[in-house]
T-cell receptor
């Protein structure tokens, strides 16, 4: 149990376009999901907390208008990278914790390459 | 973000040996301390975790030791295997779910 599915696993887009990444909790409901960014050989950095039915909470230094988060249902959160530029290229990962579950489960990540 | 310091940055261990990775934290509001294993191109996978009211937790070959007064915790991998070669991250969470990760340790287990 406690599976988080993330799509797509890889995406290449042109500079200036927008890309949407989906994070789904497959066998549990998640009122809160977390989005992370990871650079090659680096640690995970929390970008934002996605809250079902309300606005996301962004960490300091993360551009809200660049990284749009929508958590419209208890099983789906989306991260849209708007007007993507090469510096947005990174590995994006979501995470959630089922109610009553001890740990946080991560999705398999999305490798975004902006060309 | 509050800092979690992880060491060493890289570690090479012979098959069958013990791998030890250490982390230190600053914020006493953290109340959940997991260790994650990550393979290239994959998301982190939870290995083992501990809460501050416990000093040690063991699951199979993996053990967490936790020292609340020193604000330190460590991961011990017994009988290390080549399949354990991966990057390991410690993390610390508040009860609201906000997390801070260590910088990671690249473990190589030589056959």
């Amino acid at each position: 149990g406690a599976v988080v599915s993330q799509h797509p696993s890889r995406v290449i887009c042109k500079s200036g376009t927008s890309v949407k990444i989906e994070c789904r909790s497959l066998d549990f409901q998640a009122t809160t999901m977390f989005w992370y960014r990871q650079f090659p050989k680096k640690s995970l950095m929390l970008m934002a907390t996605s809250n079902e039915g309300s606005k996301a909470t962004y960490e300091q230094g993360v551009e809200k208008d660049k990284f749009l988060i929508n958590h419209a249902s208890l099983t789906l959160s989306t991260l849209t990278v708007t007007s993507a530029h090469p510096e947005d290229s990174s590995f994006y990962i979501c995470s959630a914790r089922p109610t009553g579950y001890y740990g946080y489960t991560f999705g398999s990540g999305t490798r975004l390459t902006v060309v | 973000q509050q800092q979690v310091k992880q060491s060493p940055q890289s570690l090479i261990v012979q098959k069958g040996g013990i791998s030890i990775i250490n982390c230190a934290y600053e914020n006493t509001a953290f109340d959940y301390f997991p260790w994650y294993q990550q393979f290239p191109g994959k998301g982190p996978a939870l290995l083992i975790a501990i809460r501050p009211d416990v000093s040690e937790k063991k699951e199979g070959r993996f053990t967490i030791s936790f020292n609340k007064s020193a604000k330190q915790f460590s991961l011990h991998i017994m009988d290390s295997q080549p399949g354990d070669s991966a990057t390991y991250f410690c993390a610390a969470y508040t009860n609201a779910g906000k997390s801070t990760f260590g910088d990671g340790t690249t473990l190589t287990v030589k056959p």
